[in-house]
């Protein structure tokens, strides 16, 4: 079942990037939370001719941008957690700050699927064990305040885990809301599972630089993350083995680490997390979006 959800999904989402762009009016555009959606924002310019940001209340942020064919195209990414309403993106000229464009974005409520079980959010931590999550959660976070100007997911992307016949399918959605009924709250799953055995070679999903690794942290295990510039980053958990180091660069597809369970994990598989300008977001949809590259 879960796995049948998952390929419609894919297959939902795969669009090309000429057919994902021409989606995009002027007037604007509507997307639901975690959706990551390429537009084009105009031929016969450059990168750094021009800025684009979004505005959803809190600070602006910036729209990471690339060029392909004269061409100029932005990646907006709305986070899992974003209010719905109505907000804005702005497209200005970077030497004058003079607007040039401004487009409507409409947020609905993201359509995730629902699991509902006895077990989860059981689990008690102790304050030692809180506190410990807390200082892990700043690392994280601290890796992700420098990135690479550059796009470096210019050769496009691929994803993390080979398919074979017992490998690489979705096993959990991006947003999966997980629901115990004896509780009124519950948690949205903030990454993609991916099946795949102990030990099995995890790729980087486009080109970047290693930012940040992560030693067995409580709740991520091993968790390595990798900067593709323009404020993108991927995170890679519950590792087994890391097999890069701070700063070394990585190519699309190039094996960083291997499948384990460690941290907050049941079983062998990889979790897989994507942050653009800070927006937690479906990593599939990024992978899909940018394959064509
Ligand atoms: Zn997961």
Same mark, same amino acid.
């Given at each position: 079942m879960t796995r049948l959800i998952g390929v419609a999904f894919v297959l939902l989402v795969a669009t090309t990037l000429e057919s994902a762009a021409q989606e995009a009016t002027p007037a604007g555009l509507t997307l639901h939370q975690g959706d990551v959606h390429i537009v084009k924002i105009g031929g016969g310019m450059n990168a750094s001719d021009v800025q684009s940001v %979004?505005?959803?209340? &809190?600070?602006? +942020?910036?729209?990471?941008?690339? !060029?392909?064919? &004269?061409? %100029?195209?932005g990646i907006v990414a709305v986070d899992l957690y974003q209010e719905p309403g109505t907000y804005h993106m702005t497209v200005y000229e970077t030497t004058t700050k003079r607007a040039l464009s401004t487009r409507t974005l409409i947020v609905e409520k993201g359509e995730f699927q629902k699991s509902i079980s006895s077990t989860w959010n059981t689990q008690v931590f102790d304050q030692a064990a809180l506190d410990r999550i807390a200082r892990e959660k700043r690392e994280i976070t601290g890796a992700l305040q420098i =990135?690479?100007? %550059?796009?470096?997911?210019?050769?496009?992307?691929?994803?993390?885990?080979?398919? !074979?016949?017992? +490998?690489? =399918?979705?096993? !959990?959605?991006? &947003?999966?809301?997980?629901?115990?009924? +004896?509780?009124?709250?519950?948690?949205?799953?903030?990454? +993609?599972?991916?099946?795949?055995?102990? &030990?099995?070679?995890?790729?980087?999903?486009?080109?970047?630089?290693?930012?940040?690794l992560g030693r067995d942290y409580l709740l991520e295990g091993n968790i390595t993350v990798i900067d593709h510039g323009a404020g993108i980053f991927s995170s890679y958990l519950h590792q087994s083995a890391f097999l890069v180091k701070v700063g070394d660069r990585v190519k699309k597809g190039d094996v960083i680490g291997r499948v384990g369970s460690t941290g907050n994990s049941h079983g062998p598989h990889l979790h897989l997390a994507l942050r653009i300008g800070g927006a937690l977001v479906d990593p599939i949809q990024f992978i899909e979006a940018l394959r064509q590259l």
């Open positions: %979004l505005d959803t209340g &809190g600070t602006p +942020t910036a729209i990471p941008m690339f !060029t392909k064919d &004269g061409a %100029l195209y =990135s690479s100007p %550059l796009p470096e997911w210019q050769d496009g992307t691929t994803y993390p885990i080979e398919k !074979t016949d017992r +490998t690489g =399918s979705m096993t !959990t959605p991006f &947003g999966q809301i997980r629901m115990n009924p +004896t509780q009124e709250w519950y948690r949205f799953h903030r990454g +993609t599972d991916f099946q795949a055995p102990a &030990g099995f070679a995890i790729q980087a999903i486009a080109a970047g630089r290693v930012a940040h």
